[in-house]
T-cell receptor
Framework: DGGITQSPKYLFRKEGQNVTLSCEQN?????MYWYRQDPGQGLRLIYY???????QKGDIAEGYSVSREKKESFPLTVTSAQKNPTAFYLC?????????????FGPGTRLTVL | GNSVTQMEGPVTLSEEAFLTINCTYT??????LFWYVQYPGEGLQLLLK?????DKGSNKGFEATYRKETTSFHLEKGSVQVSDSAVYFC???????????FGSGTRLQVQP
């Protein structure tokens, strides 16, 4: 089955620790995205990548870092510099070309800082 | 910049009632518009989309029409079911960076 996987589903972190959230897709999509969702709010863009080895900051990139070494993978690191990291994190991907409009989402990772 | 405004929830309806969730947007040009649905503890699923003015997106009995005159993309369904209970997000595609700008979401609760 083609799709987007995120792991882990739940993640607990102590203050001061860095953690990495995994996002993998087998849809052969060029573009990948990370969004953050807080309770009762919409999604906000953290980072995005339109092509391998290239990525750009979104609206709330401070305290986060990413890499895009492979087309299939776009891991997100939540660093200790992120002041309030407890949230639901969603990864998405989209194809380039004629049908670039639609983004497909993974199941999400819920991060809790203890 | 771009923004999306949705009606606040929760919206509580009885089964078979008519549903409208309002969505208006502010953007440069005519971006593609989307409705996504989120079930508890899950990611977002695309419900429908429209890519140009006067387009109507439809799926699973839900419909929305791209109205450039009123910059709106209201979601409607003629007869809701308990299984439609979820959070619905309206979104537009930023044509520059090709990322989505979301509304805050509207929770729908359908009672039997």
């Amino acid at each position: 089955d083609g799709g987007i996987t995120q792991s882990p589903k739940y993640l607990f972190r102590k203050e001061g620790q860095n953690v990495t959230l995994s996002c993998e897709q087998n849809l052969n999509h060029d573009a990948m995205y990370w969004y953050r969702q807080d309770p009762g709010q919409g999604l906000r863009l953290i980072y995005y990548s339109q092509i391998v080895n290239d990525f750009q900051k979104g609206d709330i990139a401070e305290g986060y870092s990413v890499s895009r070494e492979k087309k299939e993978s776009f891991p997100l690191t939540v660093t200790s510099a992120q002041k309030n990291p407890t949230a639901f994190y969603l990864c998405a991907s989209a194809s380039a070309g004629a049908n670039t409009d639609t983004q497909y989402f993974g199941p999400g990772t819920r991060l809790t800082v203890l | 910049g771009n923004s999306v405004t949705q009606m606040e929830g929760p919206v509580t309806l009885s089964e078979e009632a008519f549903l409208t969730i309002n969505c208006t947007y502010t953007a440069t040009g005519y971006p593609s518009l989307f409705w996504y649905v989120q079930y508890p503890g899950e990611g977002l699923q695309l419900l429908l989309k429209a890519t140009k003015a006067d387009d109507k997106g439809s799926n699973k009995g839900f419909e929305a029409t791209y109205r450039k005159e009123t910059t709106s993309f209201h979601l409607e369904k003629g007869s809701v079911q308990v299984s439609d209970s979820a959070v619905y997000f309206c979104a537009l595609l930023d044509t520059g960076r090709r990322a989505l700008t979301f509304g805050s979401g509207t929770r729908l609760q359908v009672q039997p």
